[in-house]
Antibody, heavy 119, light 107 residues
Framework: EVQLVESGGGLVQPGGSLRLSCPAS????????MTWVRQAPGKGLEWVAN????????YYVESVKGRFTISRDNVKNSLYLQMNSLRAEDTAIYYC????????????WGQGTLVSVSS | DIQMTQSPSSVSASVGDTVTITCRAS??????LAWYQQKPGKAPKLLVY???RLQSGVPSRFSGSGSGTDFTLTITSLQPEDFATYYC?????????FGPGTKVDIK
């Protein structure tokens, strides 16, 4: 059974930092592109960042470029999102997900971790 | 960036109805489109990928069609468990983008 368990969310002041983690199991982690998607309270889904299998290629939504860093550890089967210079508009549930074998969509999701940025 | 739009933004329907949701991409994405269902407090669930392929385990009352810029998700014989919000997502190029969602609620 595929499992993704996001953690690391919480309440942080504007300008602060958080590091999200997503240990994965039940699939060959090192074979999959991985993604972070977020959802602000009451809003739609927003793709945040992507990383390829060996971590050599990363992609970000414009609004987080220079502030967020996606990374992975294929030995620990874990995905990470380092979030710096957090803003109120980063408040959201953050989900990690592997790319499907068939393309850039997501057939497995974690339960998400809530990041709240507020003073 | 490829912009995704959906219509309608919400629809009220009854059990047994057929509901059609439209998704439009701002440029040609071939068939690189997926549809998700999301219920309150839950993660999204993949329904359709590659525009028309039904994800394993998804009931056959769901179907997707289209290519290029115009796509549809059709739910025939709506069931009580189908009341949810539906999102399209393009996977043609980065940044990946989602539509704003269509809420299907009970009439």
């Amino acid at each position: 059974e595929v499992q993704l368990v996001e953690s690391g969310g919480g309440l942080v002041q504007p300008g602060g930092s958080l590091r999200l983690s997503c240990p994965a199991s039940g699939f060959i982690f090192s074979s999959h592109w991985m993604t972070w998607v977020r959802q602000a309270p009451g809003k739609g889904l927003e793709w945040v960042a992507n990383i390829n299998q060996d971590g050599s290629d990363t992609y970000y939504v414009e609004s987080v470029k220079g502030r967020f860093t996606i990374s992975r550890d294929n030995v620990k089967n874990s995905l990470y999102l380092q979030m710096n210079s957090l803003r109120a508009e980063d408040t959201a549930i953050y989900y990690c997900a592997p790319w499907s074998d068939s393309g850039g969509w997501f057939d497995t999701w974690g339960q998400g971790t809530l990041v709240s940025v507020s003073s | 960036d490829i912009q995704m739009t959906q219509s309608p933004s919400s629809v009220s329907a009854s059990v047994g109805d057929t509901v059609t949701i439209t998704c439009r991409a701002s440029q040609d994405i071939s068939s690189w489109l997926a549809w998700y269902q999301q219920k309150p407090g839950k993660a999204p669930k993949l329904l359709v990928y590659l525009a028309s392929r039904l994800q394993s385990g998804v009931p056959s009352r769901f179907s997707g069609s289209g290519s290029g810029t115009d796509f549809t998700l059709t739910i025939t014989s709506l069931q009580p468990e189908d009341f949810a919000t539906y999102y399209c997502q393009q996977a043609n190029s980065f940044p990946l983008t989602f539509g704003p969602g269509t809420k299907v609620d009970i009439k």
